[in-house]
């Protein structure tokens, strides 16, 4: 799946992960149930400070957890029934390692795709194999080198911060593999260049988490506004009540609304 690239200080969807071709429809002739605009709340759960951190849920990648979540989806939300109805399903089988999965979408902030994937075949070519690309070897590299590849000096500081960051021990590719989601976008958000919506992407597409929503994704928040038939985009808070419902699939439903989107030829740049 290609994804729309956002214009904030990491963004990537990519597009680092690849996704089927879906063949444009005409939105007019997709069966909605009537609409029923939910009610927004704010009241959210109060945690106790000595609550246990949440388990890891299982990867959508993981044998027949994409069609528990679609079978839970189709009964939670008949409107968005409808959208997973009308679409191919979505495939979550992306080997990538973490550390790379990070580089690429550093590499890939604010280049079109046909760019992106030009600079990362060079950025490659500066290594043995893609096998050897590894915190100590990026390390290695000067900024000359980098800039030599097509990397821009900011661009470089982040890649740099990122792999001195899992020099030290301060990130790992395993320990990224069992954080808590909450944990995972602290670490991460504190490496130079990795926003929220990268944190979001990279937990969806590499990692596979299944209950990520991405609120400040222009394009997830747009296809909730229409598929609810809302006045205007929901704010981010809107979206947590609004999509409450999907939990905890919510990767698969704001997919969905990518697809919900394209059919419609209304598609939006990100703007988070």
């Known amino acids: 799946m ?6 904030t200080k990491s963004n990537s969807i990519s597009n680092n992960n690849p996704q089927p071709q879906i063949k444009t429809l005409n939105s007019s002739k997709i069966p909605f149930p009537a609409k029923k605009i939910p009610k927004l709340t704010t009241k959210k759960p109060i945690l106790s400070p ?19 979540a679609l079978n839970h989806l189709r009964a939670a939300d008949p409107l968005l029934s409808t959208i997973i109805n009308t679409f191919p399903s979505p495939q979550f089988s992306n080997k990538i390692t973490p550390f790379f999965s990070l580089i690429k979408t550093l590499i890939s902030q604010q280049l079109s795709n046909k760019a992106s994937s030009s600079i990362e075949n060079r950025f490659i070519s500066l290594f043995d ?10 390390l290695s590299l000067t900024p000359t080198q980098l800039r030599e590849v097509g990397i821009s000096g900011p661009k470089s500081t982040y890649i740099h911060d990122l792999s001195t960051k899992y020099a030290n021990g301060f990130l790992s590719d395993s320990s990224i593999i069992e954080m808590d989601d909450e944990m995972l976008y602290e670490k991460l958000t504190s490496v130079k260049g990795i926003g929220p919506w990268s944190v979001h992407m990279f937990m969806i597409f590499t990692l596979h988490r299944p209950d990520v929503l991405p609120v400040g994704d222009l394009v997830v928040r747009r296809g909730v506004e229409k598929l609810y038939g809302l006045k205007g985009l929901p704010s981010p808070s809107q979206m ?18 990518y697809r919900f989107l394209e059919a419609k030829g209304v598609l939006p740049s990100h703007t988070t």
Request: glycine share 4%; charged share 20%.
């Open 2 to 7: 290609k994804r729309t690239r956002s214009q």
């Open 50 to 68: 000595s609550s246990s951190p949440p388990p890891i849920a299982k990867p959508l990648s993981s044998t027949g957890e994409l069609e528990t």
């Open 129 to 138: 194999s893609q096998s050897s690309i590894l915190p100590n070897a990026v």
């Open 240 to 257: 947590e009540v609004l999509c409450e419902k999907w939990k905890p699939y919510r990767s698969v439903g704001s997919w969905y609304m």
